[in-house]
């Protein structure tokens, strides 16, 4: 299992002065296969979709050696990576069929081999009728959903609902997932589910703020420091009341962006909390289903944050040019 | 060997002038360990810090660029000594940067061109999908792929290419031969853009032409098409990554010198931020292996001629606690190198202490050959280490793992030797005992090793040896270091070394009596009991020997360390019984060994037949070699580490780096 990388290359990137050379410090890494694809192809694209499918077969591999009691659970953890080819499916299908735009440039990069359940999303983006989707994904746990949701898309030409609704049946399962764990991995999956309800429900609270009445049912239940009131009172507040609200609730917030938190703030919290959550689950009892979690959601963090600096390059080369 | 390298500290202080040159003269030589300045009020430190991290950075844009190109030509690179010239750092950026905007101008291409390759791939897969007979499809369209057959103006077919350029299609031309002005073409495209496709045909004059049965072939025409366009965009694919490769071939002569000269400015800084300055001296201070002392303090006395103050002084005997710990080098020979990486896989010895590689080298073949004796299979192992030598000889760690499995083929085909043993067979006689024999109870009587027993208290012996080995070198740790308490009274001090060579006497009359002799109980007490009830006096003393100046020592203190000893009474007698009983693994692992390989030969001799039965003693061997090799090799490195090495080994060394030319 490829290592992780560690704050000094990020930074080295972080400094980079062209894509090339950003890319050329990953080589020997566990990102190798980025400098490789992009040497051959110049696609910092088809970089990052050889990373995601690299992810993809890390997480398939670490599920061949979980127990059995941890498996289920462990599953559900990796069908976040399904969550995310939907989210990159239903975004092209919406920008095809309902925007009317042209999506070849973009569809090639689209991840379609299984994570965990069969979808055909050739056959997804190519068809229109609602029917015909359910039908292609009758076997999977996404059919109800997307029964509920596809008509909404339509009548409100967004896939914002969607995409929520996505995160929101993938924790539910998770959280279902949870309560079939031995008592030790179900404490720790539970902590770590804790976190995740927290920063969805803020995050989710800020872009709300449109939806009314209506956005307030989407709020997951299972978080700590967010409750349903808080939730509520938040989707109704002001950018700058919200973030005010929200260094009350995380005081350390306020400590990292010196008294004055932005989004972007936000964002960076929950990603250091996050990875904060990882490095003491790594350090925890072995033997647990901490230690996949923790490099799971390790990895995940480094690779997000890899592709955002790799975008970043990317585009600032374009703006130079 | 069995030591590291003795170190010396050198402090300089000089002239500021002599500054750049003394830098320069110290690179050379190289063996210069920087310790920071820090003891002294008004001297400025690490003044140099952001000049030298931007020539890091420059270094490793540099190395970038070198890295993209076919071949590693910094290998080996050493910049000269002779020119210190830093380059221009802004003309150096530049270059740089205009480097790094021909290679984007590259990827540029190459990205359109992956974009275009992908496409193509799409509509080979959608095409794979295709019914067999495009008559059974209305409009020649599947739910991903359109064949669109029809003619357009011969003139405007150029165009035409040029505003589907967008679009992955593929326009075949000329299959129904010219009409008049206007040529039959075939457009295959996705049915996803067929909204923006169709207008633009529209704007082309497109006419469509009805599939007729007669184009058959049109699938396999379109089939082969896009595969050769799909080879034609790999193949143009293929020359812009030469085009990079030799653009940055081209430069590398230019790129390795830029390297040499960053590099030695890179390395002047770093010097420079080590050293601590006045207003017009410079002191600085680091550890010099002693066999180059003479050398270095030449060197700088030459270079600051009489303007300098030179201070060299010993290495601690004890660093710990010490804020500037004494760096570590070990000296072992290049054949033992295998062994050292095994030693600092455990950790780096600390300074002055007793660094193990020969010991470990010996006692590591020793268990391997004892629980994995046979000329045959130890054969192959080597071959095997000798062929991963070949091939990973630029790989240091897999090459040393290759050089450690070499060894242990040796030591295999040593013991095979002894033992009688070739793949398994008692082809020849044994030399010392034949291993096969007394697994089978065949054993001679009279001779030293005649049962599965001998065995077992041949191994015993061994960790007999091997813990009281420990000792000693723990011993000589003590005395190096002068901890007069630990050399005496500790549980692995000369007490414990009593303690255990008493308690082997003890029982080894008991244990080949046949457990019916019981040793007089005056020796047990003088051998056993005394040294046993002198262990707490360590911790009790420990407490009047770490006392601050004036300091009352309590009685609640004085009976916490007792019963601490106490403690380590009892840590003593199971630590020392454990530690030699766990030998005993190496008998298990032998006897499993020679069981298993007795039963491939007993499963093949009963086949009958010399077609399966070699099949079967192949496998077997296979097997063996695998799962007992490592097996052997890794009980061997647990015997090391936690047996004999827990006796004595000080660790947390840290490793010496001394600024000097080169990567």
Redesign the interface.
């Known amino acids: 299992m490829p290592g992780l990388l560690g704050d000094d290359i990020l930074h080295r990137i972080e400094a980079s002065r062209s894509l090339p050379e950003a890319v050329q410090i990953l080589s020997g890494t566990g990102f190798d296969m980025v400098p490789r694809v992009y040497g051959k192809t110049g696609d910092i694209k088809s970089a990052e979709m050889a990373m995601f499918a690299r992810q993809v077969e890390e997480e398939r591999l670490i599920l061949k050696f979980l127990p059995k009691h941890a498996l289920p659970f462990f599953t559900e953890w990796t069908r976040r990576l399904e969550v995310e080819s939907l989210k990159a499916a239903f975004r092209l299908w919406f920008d095809h069929h309902i925007r009317k735009r042209s999506i070849s440039a973009q569809a090639v990069y689209l991840y379609r081999e299984p994570v965990i359940e069969k979808i055909d999303y050739d056959r997804l983006l190519a068809l229109d009728d609602d029917g015909a989707i359910l039908e292609l994904v009758k076997k999977t746990p996404w059919k109800d959903l997307l029964a509920e949701q596809l008509p909404i898309v339509r009548e409100r030409e967004s896939v914002f609902l969607l995409e929520v609704s996505l995160d929101r049946f993938h924790y539910h399962r998770l959280l279902q997932a949870s309560r079939k764990l031995l008592p030790g991995d179900k404490k720790t999956a539970d902590r770590l589910l804790q976190t995740l309800a927290d920063e969805q429900n803020l995050l989710l609270a800020f872009r709300l703020k449109n939806f009314g009445a209506e956005g307030k049912d989407l709020f997951l239940e299972g978080g700590i420091k967010v409750t349903r009131t808080l939730f509520n009172r938040l989707v109704t507040l002001e950018e700058k009341d919200f973030l005010a609200e929200t260094i009350r609730l995380y005081p350390a917030l306020a400590r990292n962006s010196k008294g004055e938190a932005s989004l972007d703030d936000l964002f960076a919290w929950f990603t250091s909390q996050r990875e904060h959550k990882g490095r003491k689950l790594i350090s925890g009892t072995p033997f647990t289903i901490g230690t996949p979690l923790a490099y799971s959601l390790i990895k995940t963090l480094e690779t997000e944050r890899l592709r955002s600096l790799l975008n970043a390059r990317y585009y600032r080369a374009g703006e130079d040019r | 060997m069995l030591f590291p390298e003795k170190m010396k500290k050198i402090s300089v202080l000089a002239l500021k002038e002599h500054a750049e040159k003394l830098s320069r003269e110290l690179l050379s030589l190289g063996v210069l360990e920087f310790v920071p300045v820090r003891d002294f009020t008004g001297i400025k430190t690490g003044h140099d810090r952001n000049n030298s991290s931007e020539w890091t ?1 420059l270094r ?2 540099v190395e ?2 070198l ?2 190109g076919s071949r590693d030509t910094l290998d080996g690179v050493v910049p000269e000594s002779d020119d210190w010239t830093p380059p221009d750092r802004e003309e150096t950026g530049r270059k ?2 205009a480097l ?2 021909e ?2 101008t ?6 359109d ?3 275009k ?3 193509n ?2 509509m080979l ?2 095409l794979a999908q295709f019914p067999d007979s495009l008559d059974t499809l209305p409009a020649g369209k599947s ?2 792929l359109r064949i669109e057959p029809g003619n357009l103006p011969a003139s405007q077919k150029e165009s035409l290419e040029k505003a589907l350029s ?3 299609h593929l326009l075949l031309a000329g299959t129904g031969g010219k009409e008049g002005d206007r040529m039959a073409c075939v457009l295959v495209f ?4 067929e ?2 496709i169709d207008k633009i045909l529209t704007r082309f004059s497109w006419t469509d032409s009805p599939f007729s049965r007669d184009d058959s072939d049109t699938l396999i025409m379109i089939d082969s098409n896009l595969k050769q366009k799909g080879s034609e965009l790999e193949a143009q ?1 293929k020359g ?2 030469e085009k990079l490769l030799t653009l940055i071939d081209q430069r590398s002569d230019e790129l390795v010198e830029l390297w040499k000269k960053i590099r030695v400015a890179e390395l002047g800084s770093l010097m420079r931020e080590h050293y601590g300055t006045t207003g017009s001296a410079i002191l600085f201070s680091g550890w010099v292996p002693a066999a180059q002392i003479a050398e270095v303090e030449r060197t700088v006395r030459e270079t600051a001629g009489t303007d300098v103050y030179l201070e060299i002084t010993d290495a601690p005997r004890d660093d710990s606690g010490s804020a500037q710990p004494v760096p570590v080098q070990l000296r072992n020979p290049s054949f033992l190198r295998p062994f050292e990486k095994l030693v600092v896989n455990y950790s780096l010895p600390r300074y002055g202490t007793v660094d193990p590689t020969p010991l470990v080298a010996i006692t590591y073949l020793l268990m391997f050959g004892l629980m994995f004796g046979d000329l045959g299979q130890g054969f192959v192992i080597l071959i095997l280490g000798f062929l991963g030598m070949l091939k990973f000889r630029k790989d240091p760690a897999k090459l040393s793992l290759s050089r450690l499995i070499t060894w242990c083929g040796g030591s295999a085909m040593v013991f095979g030797i002894l033992f009688g043993s070739c793949f398994g067979r008692g082809i020849f006689p044994a030399l010392w005992f034949n291993y096969h024999g007394v697994v089978l109870g065949e054993g001679v009587e009279g001779q030293a090793v005649g049962s599965v027993l001998d065995i077992l208290g041949l191994t015993l012996q061994l960790g007999i040896v091997v813990v009281a080995l420990g000792l000693i070198l723990n011993w000589v740790n003590c005395i190096k270091r002068r901890r007069w308490l630990e050399f005496f009274l500790d549980k692995k001090g000369l007490l414990g070394g009593w303690l255990y060579a008493g308690g082997v006497a003890s029982l080894w009359p008991f244990v080949t009596s046949g457990f019916k002799e019981f040793p007089p109980a005056s020796f047990v007490f003088f051998a056993v009991l005394l040294p046993a009830s002198l262990i707490p006096l360590k911790p009790v003393l420990e407490v009047f020997v770490h006392r601050h100046k004036g300091e009352k020592v309590k009685i609640g203190k004085l009976m916490l360390h007792a019963m601490e000893g106490v403690v380590e009474i009892l840590e003593a007698f199971t630590g020392f019984l454990s530690s030699t009983l766990s030998f005993m693994r190496v008998a298990g692992l032998g006897i499993a060994h020679v069981s298993l390989m007795m039963a491939f030969s007993q499963i093949a001799d009963l086949t009958g037949s010399p077609w399966i039965a070699i099949p079967i003693l192949v496998l077997g061997n296979a097997l063996v070699i695998v799962l007992e090799g490592l097996s052997a090799g890794i009980q061997s490195l647990r015997l090391n580490y936690y047996e004999f090495f827990t006796k004595y080994f000080v660790g947390a060394g840290k490793a010496y780096v001394p600024l000097k030319l080169g990567r």
């Open positions: 950075s490793k844009r970038s660029c890295e993209q740089l940067d790094a905007q290679i984007i590259i990827r540029e291409k190459q990205k061109l992956q974009q390759i992908l496409q791939g799409e897969r959608y739910l991903y967008g679009y992955p996705l049915v996803r853009d909204r923006d694919q812009w990554n």
